[in-house]
């Protein structure tokens, strides 16, 4: 199990941008393929965006390519997603998950997942 502490969520408009924290407890952060999902109330959680151990390898859900970056800093055990352009239907309940993996593959599955943070709400206004 890796603590999870997601942070950096908040109100703006439509067209800002936000950057999202997750910052993660223990020394195998590197061993963990991570990833970000959001949630509204009554749907099940979406997959956004995953990122291999070492950084190089990352996957997009198509709504937000082109919008969103998924990043990590192993140093500082966290990861990050940038969110630029951001649209009213971006608005949700963001989580950080973490699961191990021997090889890189693109995790999109809410069940693939075995660690998860508390989320923090993502409010875009028109």
């Known amino acids: 199990q890796v603590p999870l502490v997601e942070s950096g969520g908040g109100l703006v408009q439509a067209g800002g941008s936000l950057r999202l924290s997750c910052a993660a407890s223990g020394r195998t952060f590197s061993g963990y393929v991570m990833g970000w999902f959001r949630q509204t109330p009554g749907k099940e959680r979406e997959f956004v965006a995953a990122?291999?151990?070492?950084?190089?390898?990352?996957y997009y859900a198509d709504s937000v390519k082109g919008r969103f970056t998924i990043s990590r800093d192993n140093a500082k055990n966290t990861v990050y997603l940038q969110m630029i352009s951001l649209k009213p239907e971006d608005t949700a309940v963001y989580y950080c998950a973490a699961r191990t993996a021997v090889a890189w593959s693109a995790y999109i599955k809410y069940s693939e997942y075995d660690n998860w943070g508390q989320g923090t709400q993502v409010t875009v206004s028109s």
């Open positions: 990122i291999s151990r070492g950084g190089s390898n990352t």
